[in-house]
């Protein structure tokens, strides 16, 4: 079976674009979730969407954004993008929202 | 508010030698805890987890971990850590969102 896939693996965009990250769960998990994580800290969550529909969402400002689609992949997307936003995204997914979750590679992003 | 708080930042043992990771948890009468590793520019894998039941839980790569809700304590544990072991390790808890603390980076001495 496949892991969790993410695409691409390292994207590289200017300040002020629009980037849009892309996740394919494990087959028959219904739950994904996308975190920041920041060189030198621990993941931090950002997004939890359900049978698609958002369950949960971190403390970050309303440039993120993202959807589960009906086949249960999911997009992340940032507009406005800040230096700040330069970070390892990455998506995990599970069966349901409380069973363990298992993480793809991520993507690496880098804003100048 | 929900969060998980590990208090080492750096943890150094030699190759052969015990180890011990300490977290704890803030959330919830049912924790849902997990440990999870990482190796540089990867993601996370799942070492272990813990529901209910038996408050020691068995990993992979030979990784145990105890609850104790009387400390609100899931501390990680290997009784003879290998040099492949250095990692960065990092303690989740999915009672409301899956959250993680700050994780701790793993250095093994030859």
């Known amino acids: 079976d496949a892991g969790v896939t993410q695409s691409p693996t390292h994207l590289i965009k200017t300040r002020g674009q629009h980037v849009t990250l892309r996740c394919s769960p494990i087959?028959?998990?219904?739950?994904v979730s996308w975190y920041q994580q920041v060189l030198g800290q621990g993941p931090q969550f950002i997004f939890q969407?359900?049978?698609?529909?958002?369950?949960g969402r971190g403390n970050f400002p309303d440039r993120f954004s993202a959807r589960q689609f009906p086949n249960y992949s999911s997009e992340l997307n940032v507009n406005a993008l800040l230096l700040g936003d330069s970070a390892l995204y990455l998506c995990?997914?599970?069966?349901?929202?409380?069973?363990?979750?298992?993480f793809g590679q991520g993507t690496r992003l880098t804003v100048v | 508010a929900q969060s998980v708080t590990q208090p080492d930042i750096h943890i150094t043992v030699s190759e052969g030698a015990s180890l011990e990771l300490r977290c704890n948890y803030s959330?919830?009468?049912?924790?849902?805890l997990f440990w999870y590793v990482q190796s540089p520019g990867q993601g996370l894998q799942l070492l272990l987890k813990?529901?209910?039941?038996?408050?020691l839980v068995q990993g992979i790569k030979g990784f145990e971990a105890e609850f104790k809700r009387s400390q609100s304590s899931f501390n990680l544990r290997k009784p003879s850590v290998h040099w492949s072991d250095a990692a960065e390790y990092f303690c989740?808890?999915?009672?409301?969102?899956?959250?993680f603390g700050s994780g701790t980076r793993l250095l093994v001495r030859p």
């Open positions: 989740g808890d999915s009672s409301y969102k899956l959250i």
């Open positions: 969407y359900y049978e698609k529909e958002e369950r």
């Open positions: 959330y919830g009468a049912t924790p849902y």
């Open positions: 995990a997914s599970s069966y349901q929202g409380h069973t363990e979750a298992f």
């Open positions: 813990y529901f209910s039941g038996d408050t």
């Open positions: 087959s028959g998990h219904k739950s």
